[in-house]
């Protein structure tokens, strides 16, 4: 099995920043997309931003300018760099990894998630 593991949830102020952490454990052959989605309570879980291994990036229209998502493919390890927080961003920030357990290109996929962190943003 394979388990995600995110880090760097809390509280931050409006104008303020946070930088979570997530990567995945287990047996597989290689990381091909990382992404961060979130869910607001009462609100469809949506994209947030996502990497390839490549290192293409999707990034939400409403989070532009603000976060970075980067990746450490050495690691297995995505960031996601979030500034200039406003309190709309508050929601439950959740990883989904994609991994291969073959080197085929044309081996299939598979999704996990993580468990999510909650990021709040107050005054």
């Known amino acids: 099995q394979v388990t995600v593991a995110e880090s760097g949830g809390g509280l931050a102020q409006p104008g303020g920043s946070l930088r979570l952490s997530c990567a995945p454990s287990g047996t597989f052959f290689g990381v091909y997309l990382m992404g961060w989605h979130r869910q607001a309570p009462g609100k469809q879980r949506e994209l947030v931003a996502q990497?390839?291994?490549?290192?293409?990036?999707k990034i939400a229209d409403a989070v532009k300018g603000r976060f970075t998502i980067s990746r450490d493919n050495a690691k297995n390890t995505i960031y996601l760099q979030m500034d200039n927080l406003k309190p709309e961003d508050t929601a439950v920030y959740y990883c989904?990894?994609?991994?291969?357990?073959?080197?085929?290109?044309?081996?299939?996929?598979?999704?996990?998630w993580g468990q999510g962190t909650q990021v709040t943003v107050s005054s």
């Open positions: 990497i390839t291994s490549g290192g293409d990036t």
């Open positions: 989904k990894v994609e991994v291969k357990y073959e080197g085929a290109w044309y081996a299939p996929d598979y999704d996990y």
